[in-house]
């Protein structure tokens, strides 16, 4: 998420620009070309631009998705478009990463600021998913610290940010790298961090026993209901009673998650599926419970997400000529999505809201697709007039989600009215006419997941 300053070192002005000259200008420069006669490196567009349209898919699934299906969040096991966006961005934060920290002269230093950046992150996220702004149609703002959400999208990104960014400073073998298997034997820390966190979240996902649970929630007149959810299960994936929503609710309390979890429009829980309705007669206790879409153990796997786009970054920092690039890449991610596929095929459905096996490696192998796709058109034929919206989208990415994903933008411009709050500038303005979609039909806002 957002530009490289939110992944680079103060040197990383100079690391995150990427030689693309190839292999024959590298033996000239090396044959004794003058400093002053060597071109500038230049920056890997591709980065930018894949960054840049997962931003725009991201508003376009926030603004369709309320009434196309397809564009929608799945309500569980399945993925749709919606669901590659939180994936994308986590992807090529750690490509980025790996740019950023391709030399690090103080690890100490490196350490210290990585974490700063992602305190900043993680804060940053606190403010915009757990409450303060109220919401598009009401103009008050507060917190209140009872029920304030802790998890959130930027949440998400500064920890899987933060873990990336260790193993990358620290977990780093010298061994020369001139061909892909020895892309493996330099990073095999890091793989083995990766295949750790994996491993360890399937055994909290398959063994943890989820006991019976209650919660409450608010009827008309301010009623308490309470409802009990009966598991007594050990291993399941369904919405009540997986041990992700266990963890969450355990640790960081049920008022602390996302009060409207996906699963409210499954067909269990709405008769409108997959949009939202009114509850069917026979409707499971659990449809109306929080569920924290970015919660502690989904993250974990997240991780996973950004230590696979630090691979493809190291691809980039370690083979200059286009074609090794490219298959360095296709070749892990074509693997990655037959091994989704057949996960899939036995029972580990991919699930956007578990964060499953699966889901982390049909995203991941279909970023690395689309990243492979974008460089070629992009880096090396040269097609930067047509991806020019996307190129700054992509260099300005934070930016963006900020002001319109979470709809920062429209609750400024419909803050300012005459006499009465329905004279607002949105009735007034050419922006206003954005402003008032977003007002109107967007269901995914800033507190729910991209």
Known sequence: MGGYELVRSDDAAALAAVDLRGAGNAKHAAAGASPAAKPKPQRLVSLDVFRGITVLLMIIVDDAGAFIPGMNHSPWDGVTVADFVMPFFLFIVGVALALAYKRVPDKLDATKKAVLRALKLFCLGLVLQGGFFHGVRSLTFGVDLQEIRLMGILQRIAIAYLLTALCEIWLKGDEEVDYGFDLLKRYRYQLFVGAFVAITYMALLYGTYVPDWEYQTSGPGSTEKSFLVKCGVRGDTSPGCNAVGMIDRKILGIKHLYGRPVYARSKQCSINSPQNGPLPPDAPS????????????????????????????????????????????????????????????????????????SYTLATAGAAGLLIAGIYTLVDLYGFRRPTAAMEWMGMHALMIYVLIACNILPIFIHGFYWKEPKNNLVSFSTVGCCASFQLRFSEHDCMNEP
């Open 286 to 357: 659990w449809c109306q419970a929080p569920f924290d879409p970015e919660g502690l153990l989904s993250s974990v796997m997240a991780i996973v997400t950004c230590l696979i786009g630090l691979q493809y970054g190291h691809v980039i920092v370690h083979f200059q000529k286009h074609r090794e690039r490219i298959m360095n890449w296709l070749i892990p991610s074509f693997s990655m999505l037959v091994l989704a596929f057949a996960l899939d095929l036995f029972g580990m459905h991919m699930n956007k809201p578990l964060y499953s096996l």
